[in-house]
């Protein structure tokens, strides 16, 4: 697995780190605990080099990251050791980066340019075309950290509405699906954009310490659902030799 993957588990393993006020971290410690994640993902993974790991957490002490307080106090033996001068800072507790609301831009202009397509004009063919009107408010909703009010009908069921907080999008099988924390239990759902019936953003916002680890919670799983008490299972499977081909 390269380095380059999955940078935000790294940067929250490093947020973890930092924190950490009962032990403290070198750098080399700190690549021991990068690596220790990485090696569990990817037994054939080489780790995270030191001029790569100096890279990212400059990049979270950035304006373009987290502007996050990473400091280094002198320890025994000339060792340095790594902190937030915070200690009760966390990136996660951070708003919505920049970043990610460009993305969210970008995808927004890429659905406009789709719809203005012929091969996206057609009903039967168009992927995009229930539950596109509400990319938009739910864009706004997510950027500016608001709950909404929705009204939803699962497969089957009568349509019912809730008060959710949005905290990511995802596109699976050529459907697109909002990941929703909701109010009354706590809990992460997902909602398919072409089952919601109606959508209000709020004026009530979303807590700074409400955050949603995506790569985290999507690790382990296929698509966009997991069941709340849903364990990992492990699969074996057993391949059969080729078929010969006939002469």
């Known amino acids: 697995m390269p380095t380059t993957k999955k940078p935000l588990k790294r940067y929250s393993i490093l947020d973890r780190c930092f924190s950490n006020t009962g032990r403290n971290y070198t750098l080399e410690g700190l690549r021991d605990s990068v690596d220790e994640w990485m090696l569990e993902k990817d037994s054939q993974s080489s780790g995270i080099s030191i001029r790569q790991l100096r890279e990212e957490i400059a990049f979270m002490k950035s304006k373009d990251g987290w502007d996050a307080p990473c400091s280094t106090i002198l320890g025994d033996g000339k060792k340095r050791f790594y902190l937030y001068e915070d200690q009760s800072f966390s990136i996660k507790k951070r708003p919505v980066k920049e970043t990610q609301i460009e993305e969210l831009k970008i995808l927004m202009d890429a659905l406009d340019a789709f719809e203005k397509l012929p091969q996206f004009l057609h009903k039967g063919n168009n992927k995009f075309d229930k539950g596109k009107e509400y990319f938009g408010p739910l864009y706004r909703a997510f950027s500016q950290r608001k709950q909404v009010k929705m009204t ?14 949005p905290v990511y999008f995802k596109q699976y099988n050529n459907n697109w699906f909002l990941i ?12 398919a954009f072409d089952r919601i019936e109606n959508l209000v953003v709020l004026d009530s916002e979303i807590p700074e310490d409400i955050t949603f680890d995506a790569e985290e919670y999507f690790d382990q799983i296929v698509g966009v659902s997991r069941p709340i008490d849903g364990e990992i299972e492990e699969m074996k499977i057993q391949l059969a030799p080729p078929i010969p081909t006939p002469t």
Do not use: A, D, Q, W
């Open 152 to 165: 939803y009908t699962p497969f089957s069921k009568e349509s019912k509405t809730f008060i959710l907080t």
């Open 180 to 191: 929703v924390l909701v109010e009354k239990g706590g809990f992460v759902t997902t909602k």
